[in-house]
């Protein structure tokens, strides 16, 4: 998995599926102290509950360390999960990379 600088955030895209790989990017950036940690989720096809675990443990680890962890999810497949288990009041969830990139 690459990532890509954007401003002082990262971008870590994620392919179909999210799983431990693909979210082991998130705590290869932390050390590096970027301004936010931004997850692609645009291109994930299914989201389970382990996804689920996941995602918070990531938000988590990153709170830890004082950096914004936002996603990015434009299709149902996705956000419908993660509101269906009220995660939507943890997780910070943004349309596009762009806005999630410009957030504070």
Known sequence: ????????????????????????????????RPA??????????????AALSLLVTEHNRCADHGIPLRLVADTSVVTRP?????LDRLLDIHPTVESAVRAE
């Open 82 to 86: 993660i509101e269906l288990t009220g």
């Open 1 to 32: 998995m690459t990532s890509e600088g954007i401003g002082s955030a990262v971008v870590v895209p994620v392919g179909d599926r999210v799983d431990a790989d693909t979210l082991g990017a998130v705590a290869d950036h932390i050390p590096t």
């Open 36 to 49: 936010a940690i931004v997850l692609d989720l645009t291109a994930v096809s299914f989201l389970d509950s």
